[in-house]
C-alpha cells in the first residue's frame, strides 16, 4: 500500500501545474497564506495523503451528504486515487490553490499530525480537503467551505463518511489497506450511492473491529492564518 502510494504522489506532480502557478499569482498579489493540519485520531486506521484546496464560496463542494459522490471523489474514497480529483480542481475557475498534505512516510499513521500551507486572496478565502480511510472499502474524511479565519485558527472535528460508491464487504478481496493490500477491487453493485456518515468496522469480514474500527470524530482539521 506504501509502496502504491508513493507512485500515486509522483502522479499528481503533473497534475498541480496549473494550481501552483494560480498560487503564486496569488502570492505575488498580496494574498494570504493558511496553514491546514489534519491529524489522525483513529487508533488502526491509516489515513491517506490528503487533497486540500482553497476556493470561493461558489465552487462545487467536494461532497454533500446524501447526495452521490462525485465520480473524482469515489476514487479517492475507494482506492485513495487523488490524481483525477486534483486535476478537476486545479481546472476549476472557483479554486484557488490545491495542495497535497503528506505524513512522514507519506500516508498519515493514527496520532500523527500533517500540515501544508495554502494560498488565499478575495473570494478564494474557503478550505476543502478529502482523504481515504485506507482500511475501508470506500471511507474518507473530510471538511468542506470552511471560511478561513482572518486571525487565529478554525477547528473541525469531522466524522469518517461512506462514499456510497461501493459495498461495506469487508473482505481483505476488496481492501486497499492493511492487512489486505489489495486496490483496485471494487465491489459497487448493491452499494448506497450516495454519501453518508460510515457506520465503522461491524466485523462481517476479514477486518477486525478491535484494531481497524473507530470512535467518530476520526480527524482533528485545524486552519490557521499563516504568519
Known sequence: MLKTQFRR???TATTLVAALSLA??????GGQRYTVSITNLTKG???????????????????????PASAELAKVAEDAMLDDLIYKLSHSADVLDVKTILGAGGPIMPGETASVEVEG????RFISLVAMLVSTNDAFVGIRNVEAPANGTV???????DAGSEVNTE?????????????GVRVTEGA?????????????G????????????????????AK
Open 192 to 204: 448506497e450511492g450516495y454519501v453518508y456518515v460510515h457506520p465503522g468496522i461491524s466485523g462481517i
Open 206 to 225: 476479514d477486518l477486525d473491529p478491535s484494531v481497524r474500527d473507530w470512535r467518530n470524530p476520526v480527524a482533528r482539521i485545524s486552519i490557521q492564518r
Open 9 to 11: 504522489i509522483a502522479l
Open 171 to 183: 473482505l481483505c478481496t476488496d481492501i486497499p489497506g492493511p492487512p489486505c493490500e489489495m486496490p
Open 45 to 67: 486506521q491509516i489515513i491517506s495523503p490528503a487533497v486540500v484546496a482553497s476556493h470561493s464560496e461558489d465552487a462545487e463542494p467536494l461532497f454533500i451528504p446524501g447526495r
Open 24 to 29: 503564486t499569482a496569488a502570492q505575488a498579489a
Open 121 to 124: 486572496l478575495g473570494h478564494h
Open 155 to 161: 477547528v473541525r472535528m469531522p466524522p469518517a463518511y
